[in-house]
Structures are given as structure tokens and as C-alpha cells.
């Protein structure tokens, strides 16, 4: 007679969190749309309690925002959130930096120059291929996950999310993308084990997404060269 034990049956809160979520970041529910708690829990196939856990959640966040006349609603990205997003991100990987110049193993400086060439080689054809979004993350999120700090690596994961909602928005699917990326050089700086060359070089690598954004970067100062 079998021992197995069934595999533990999923939350009704985390498949709301899972499906409301998924339905954000593919665009089935678009940038400030009210999301009424019943509405949501028929959409999700649960009941309203569940909904407002999972509501809460995805506040918690940043995707979803509540208001005391309106409910919940998918945020609609401003400026000044924009902005607060690319300081934070800013922060996190000049940071992350930082902290691999003292740990990252000659192993892992290979490993990540391997994925820093191949988004490199993708930024020419940024527009025309889906591959480079993938790649661009997965070289940032392996850069911050060698640092082992689950705080920054939480931090990444919130503002690509962000970053995806944004992207989701019809005003800045338009803006063009600059084609020197520059993966190698962050790479490189950080072999050479010197934090602050290297947070120098992310900062001036960030600073150059800054120019593919809305205008509002080119008001900020850009990083010490």
C-alpha cells in the first residue's frame, strides 16, 4: 500500500495572489483598472477573504494600490515612481557590486562574463528580439543573487515587476532603447576587485537606461565618470 503523501493543495490566497498577478503583468488587467473584491474573487475562483489577502500582497508590492473611494486598482506608473524606481535600483546593484568585488568566486566572474557577452550581443536588436528582455534580467538577477542577500535580491525582483508594468503601458512602448548596454564592462570592473570602479561602472551603466526612458532622466545628474 502506497505511503505517499499528496502534495500540500494550494492556498486559495496564493492562487488569488498567483492569478490577479499574472493577469497584471500580461496585460489582461491593464494599468488602473478597479479591481472590486468580488469581481476578483470570481475571477479567481475564490471567495472575497482570500481576495483581500491577496490584494494586499501585491500592495505590498507596488503593483496594486487602494484608495478609501475607489478600492484597489492596478497602479498607474507617474514619474516620481519612476523615478523612486531607478534610485532604489540604482542603490541595489551599485551595492551588489560592491559586495562581489570581496566574495564572487573566479568560477562565477566566468560564468557571468559568458551571460554578460551573449545580452551584449542582443542589444543591437533589442526591439526586434524578445530574447534581450530575458537575457537583460537573468544577467542582473544572477549578479544580484552572488551576493547572497535576500533583502537585495527582493528588492531587484519588485523593481523588474515594476518595470514589466510600466513597459505594459501603450506611452512608453515607443521609446527607443539605446544599443551600448555594456554588461562586459561591469563584469570586468568587478574582477578587477575594486568596489568602487565598480559601482562607478553599474552606476554609468544604469545611467545610460536613464536615456531610454521617459524624459525625465535627462534632468538628473548623471554618476561620476
Not at 488587467?29 to 471567495?47: D, H, I, N, Q, Y
Not at 551584449?120 to 549578479?143: C, I, N, P, R, W
Not at 515607443?174 to 559601482?199: C, G
Amino acid at each position: 500500500m502506497s505511503t505517499r503523501r499528496r502534495p500540500p493543495r494550494e492556498r486559495a490566497s496564493d492562487r488569488a495572489y498567483r492569478t490577479i498577478k499574472q493577469a497584471i503583468m500580461e496585460g489582461k488587467l491593464p494599468c488602473g483598472t478597479r479591481l472590486s473584491k468580488r469581481g476578483m474573487a470570481e475571477f479567481c475562483g475564490v471567495s472575497v477573504i482570500p481576495v483581500v489577502e491577496a490584494l494586499n500582497r501585491l500592495e505590498s508590492e507596488g503593483l496594486v494600490e487602494s484608495h478609501p473611494y475607489y478600492g484597489s486598482r492596478v497602479i498607474v506608473p507617474n514619474e516620481e515612481q519612476l523615478a523612486d524606481m531607478y534610485i532604489l535600483r540604482e542603490a541595489v546593484e551599485a551595492q551588489a557590486v560592491r559586495i562581489l568585488c570581496y566574495t564572487i568566486g573566479i568560477d562565477e566572474i566566468e560564468a557571468l562574463r559568458k551571460t554578460a557577452a551573449y545580452v551584449d550581443s542582443l542589444a543591437g536588436k533589442a526591439h526586434e528580439d524578445t530574447d534581450f528582455d530575458e537575457a537583460h534580467y537573468s544577467f542582473h538577477f544572477e549578479l544580484v543573487k552572488l551576493t547572497r542577500s535576500t533583502l537585495l535580491l527582493e528588492s531587484l525582483e519588485r523593481i523588474h515587476l515594476f518595470t514589466l508594468l510600466v513597459k505594459s503601458e501603450e506611452k512608453y512602448q515607443e521609446v527607443p532603447l539605446i544599443k551600448e548596454y555594456s554588461h562586459l564592462d561591469v563584469v570586468n570592473a568587478i574582477a578587477r576587485r575594486d568596489p568602487d570602479e565598480a559601482a562607478r561602472t553599474m552606476r554609468r551603466h544604469i545611467y545610460r537606461s536613464y536615456l531610454v526612458s521617459p524624459p525625465l532622466w535627462a534632468e538628473l545628474d548623471p554618476p561620476e565618470r
